[in-house]
């Protein structure tokens, strides 16, 4: 019994601590995000438009590796030749 209320004290900290630190970060996300366009919108557009395309390429090489058929791309031949010698 007294590991169920060891676990059930550990899951509520978890849960408090983890909404806590989600808000902390989320805000701080949206009053970086209001301080940027206050001191320069075209910048701050422009440094979104960066971060949403870095992440659009970083989700389409994810999908190329995880595709069943990127093993008959050359580039992952040239790479397996690469390491074996």
Known sequence: ???VIED???V???LIDGIEQGV???LQ???V???MFYLNAKLALLALGAVSTADRRRAHLHFDRASPLSFA????FSH???VAR
């Open 73 to 76: 791309t050359p580039r992952r």
């Open 12 to 14: 509520e900290r978890v």
């Open 80 to 82: 397996e030749r690469a």
């Open 29 to 31: 996300v949206i009053i």
């Open 33 to 35: 995000m209001v301080v």
């Open 24 to 26: 902390v970060a989320l």
């Open 1 to 3: 019994m007294t590991r």
């Open 8 to 10: 059930v004290n550990s």
